[in-house]
């Protein structure tokens, strides 16, 4: 899409602004969004085309939503995502070729993205790709002059349980971390400097597996069946005979 034409004078906002958030997300949603906002945009603009990227080995786009659709985008004959899956493009006109106008900080539509098999993911997000920025007039479709401001989206996993100790004995056991994995349904890891040796693990309702740690012993268990409140592990370090119990939060 190519716009020209004569210039008309812009009213209602004065600039158009498209920008995207810098967002940070904890969660453990099988998909993660960011919105692309319309900070300002003047009413007698009728006509765009912009396309959006990001880093595909970070991010795995899965669909645009349309939310409140203030532009009145329709399916396909409005967007069509790029078969390369790293980029959308947007091409738009308004159904009656005249101008329209969104409140200031409007909602465009959000790109949402999977994390199927990316459980964390960041990327930088920028408007770039097939189609160049660009915003048309009414009567004419002549170009208008327009900002767009890139963002990032940043994602990690809400973590399956916090862990603390029921005892302050023994002074080994201030130094111990049980930290949860990104992952929900993942295992937790015990870690810690000066670590001893357990001689004695007890595992309460979940499987474990073990992987040796150059600090010590690292342990791995998986959570997805214990509830808050439940007593996690046990552990006695050698040479003690006092053990250190953890529940979950």
């Not at 453990?28 to 692309?36: L, N, Q, R, S, T």
């Not at 002059?145 to 100790?165: H, K, N, Q």
Request: hydrophobic fraction near 40%; charge should be negative; glycine fraction near 6%.
């Amino acid at each position: 899409m190519v716009f020209c034409g004569l210039s008309t004078s812009l009213s209602a906002q004065a600039d158009i602004t498209i920008r995207i958030p810098t967002v940070e997300i904890i969660t453990a949603d099988p998909i993660v969004c960011i919105p692309v906002i319309a900070d300002s945009f003047p009413d007698n603009i009728a006509a765009m085309q912009f396309s959006l990227s990001w880093d595909g080995d970070a991010l795995d786009f899965a669909e645009a939503r349309l939310g409140d659709n203030p532009f009145n985008f329709v399916g396909n004959d409005a967007m069509i995502s790029s078969t390369d899956p790293a980029s959308f493009n947007v091409s738009f006109v308004s159904e009656t070729a005249r101008g329209f106008t969104v409140a200031p900080g409007a909602v465009m539509l959000e790109l949402c993205f999977s994390r199927e098999d990316k459980k964390e993911g960041d990327s930088p997000i920028y408007f770039r790709g097939m189609n160049a920025p660009e915003f048309g007039d009414q009567d004419t479709f002549q170009p208008q002059p327009f900002d767009t401001i890139p963002g990032r989206l940043t994602y990690t996993e809400a973590p399956s349980g916090i862990f603390t100790p029921t005892a302050a004995e023994p002074d080994w056991g201030a130094r111990v971390n049980i930290f949860p994995n990104p992952y929900r349904s993942g295992p937790v890891t015990i870690s810690g400097d000066d670590l001893p040796t357990f001689s004695d693990v007890t595992v309460f309702n979940m499987e474990c597996r073990e992987i040796r740690h150059y600090k010590g012993d690292v342990r791995k268990f998986n959570l997805s069946a214990l509830a808050a409140g439940e007593y996690a592990i046990r552990l006695r370090a050698d040479g003690q005979a006092v053990t250190r119990n953890f529940i979950k939060l």
